[in-house]
């Protein structure tokens, strides 16, 4: 770069120093490269200028077409359809193989009481065959007719409900 300036300026410094002989030219010359540096450097300062705003466009070009995406028609649409089905159908193939190997099918809570009544009074039975027999205190409900109930309040018959 230096080297380059220097190459350019010795022409027109010669010229200059035969144009002053015979006066104080060291001012002029002074001068002279000072204003042949700032135009350097100005140019450098563009360029820099120039590059930079070039990338940021280049940035912002290849940003919209990132967020552009791929527009979608009726040919694009069925494509990936075809193409998604397809991929789903393996998926559920392959979950369902899995299921088969590890056995049967695993049920829900309300599938297994849907199935096996037995279920309803099982926990019972298992207290029961366990010695661990629940004890009611009857004495407790001897008095209800006791208790202050509102009769005025009328109960609640889901067969007496208007359906519309």
């Given at each position: 770069?230096?080297?380059?300036?220097?190459?350019?300026?010795?022409?027109?410094?010669?010229l200059?120093a035969?144009?002053?002989?015979?006066?104080?030219?060291?001012?002029?010359?002074?001068?002279?490269?000072?204003?042949?540096?700032?135009?350097?450097?100005?140019a450098m300062?563009?360029?820099?200028?120039?590059?930079k705003l070039?990338?940021?466009?280049?940035?912002e070009?290849?940003?919209?077409?990132?967020f552009?995406?791929?527009?979608?028609?009726?040919?694009n649409?069925?494509?990936?359809?075809a193409?998604?089905?397809?991929?789903?159908?393996?998926?559920r193939?392959?979950?369902?193989?899995e299921?088969?190997?590890?056995?049967k099918?695993?049920?829900?809570?309300?599938?297994?009481?849907?199935?096996?009544?037995?279920?309803?009074?099982?926990?019972?039975?298992?207290?029961?065959?366990?010695?661990?027999?629940?004890?009611?205190?009857?004495?407790?409900?001897?008095?209800?007719?006791?208790l202050?109930?509102?009769?005025d309040?009328?109960?609640f018959?889901?067969?007496?409900?208007d359906?519309?």
């Amino acid at each position: 770069m230096i080297a380059d300036f220097l190459l350019l300026s010795l022409p027109s410094l010669s010229l200059m120093a035969e144009e002053n002989l015979g006066m104080v030219m060291i001012f002029t010359l002074v001068t002279a490269v000072q204003e042949k540096l700032n135009e350097i450097v100005d140019a450098m300062k563009n360029r820099r200028e120039e590059e930079k705003l070039r990338k940021e466009k280049e940035a912002e070009e290849a940003e919209k077409v990132a967020f552009q995406g791929t527009v979608v028609t009726i040919e694009n649409f069925l494509a990936w359809k075809a193409k998604f089905d397809l991929e789903m159908a393996e998926f559920r193939r392959k979950k369902q193989k899995e299921e088969e190997q590890a056995g049967k099918p695993k049920l829900t809570g309300k599938q297994l009481f849907e199935r096996d009544h037995n279920l309803d009074t099982s926990d019972i039975q298992f207290l029961e065959d366990g010695g661990h027999n629940v004890e009611v205190d009857e004495s407790l409900f001897q008095d209800i007719e006791d208790l202050d109930l509102d009769e005025d309040v009328p109960t609640f018959d889901p067969l007496e409900m208007d359906s519309d």
